[in-house]
């Protein structure tokens, strides 16, 4: 006697089907695990791009990646966060590139000035960000004798006198600023280069007072051992040497307005 509608074929043959099934999804399952953790898919080398100042390899290796570790593991936002902790690092990336190889691309701040701390000289980027701390400083960039208050490496001062003089010195021309020097004197800063001091006034528009002192060396008309007066930035004047007191200076060029005076 047979049941209308009922066909017990087709159920036999699912019944018997699905055990496979399962065994070779176990089957694959466990063969990509093998093959994602083999040392095909391991880290075989570590190529890092950009970094001259930052011991980038030094910090990747202290968050324990090195040769050997299994690609599918590595972190790579604890390799970018390690690295963006050395000052020098502006910006990182890190990338896998499949099978066993881990690209560390860097972006390095640029240094632009010394400042003279208290007990110290700072190294400052453009950004404004301390990048280095030493007993003295070098001819690199320019140098600001200021006696500022000590940052440690990796500060960013949020003082717009700061902000003010690193951004000049990031304007300045290489080949002017290592051989520039920025002094204070009294409340006004002054600028020594070779030929000439220039009197920069209070710590403003100083961006500005650095691209107009570039403008006015290219004149070689410019008397050697005159004194450039910037205070105006609109109105820059030169006093020739041997003028007492610049009560009367000669003035080289205008703008429009009188900008922003100083001191």
């Known amino acids: 006697m047979s049941v209308i ?10 019944r018997r089907v699905w055990p496979w099934l399962a065994a070779g999804g176990v089957v694959l399952a466990g063969a990509i695990a093998w093959v994602l953790h083999s040392p095909w898919l391991s880290v075989d080398g570590i ?6 100042r930052a011991d980038v390899a030094a910090l990747v290796a202290g968050t324990g990646v090195g040769p050997g570790a299994i690609m599918i593991w590595v972190d790579t936002g604890e390799i970018e966060r390690a690295v963006l902790a050395d000052p020098w690092v502006r910006d990182v990336r890190v990338e896998r590139v499949f099978p ?3 690209v560390v691309e860097v972006l390095e701040r640029r240094p632009v000035v010394w400042i003279e701390g208290t007990a110290s000289w700072m190294l400052v980027a453009g950004d404004g960000t301390v990048v280095r701390v030493a007993d003295q400083p070098d001819r690199s960039v320019l140098r600001a004798y200021l006696v500022a208050p000590d940052r440690p490496a990796g500060d960013l001062p949020e003082e717009a006198a700061w902000s003010e003089i690193v951004g000049m010195a990031d304007v300045l021309d290489a080949s002017l600023a290592t051989q520039a020097e920025l002094l204070l004197e009294g409340s006004e800063l002054w600028l020594e280069i070779p030929g000439h001091r220039v009197r920069l006034g209070a710590p403003v528009d100083l961006g500005d007072k650095a691209l107009v002192l570039q403008e006015l060396l290219e004149d070689t008309s410019l008397p050697f051992g005159a004194v450039i007066d910037l205070v105006a930035p609109r109105r820059p004047a030169v006093i020739p040497p041997g003028t007492e007191g610049g009560s009367d200076p000669e003035v080289e060029g205008e703008g429009e307005g009188e900008g922003s005076a100083g001191g």
């Open 5 to 14: 509608g009922h066909d017990p074929g087709p159920v036999k043959v699912r």
């Open 47 to 52: 190529e890092i791009l950009g970094a001259e």
């Open 100 to 102: 066993d190889r881990l």
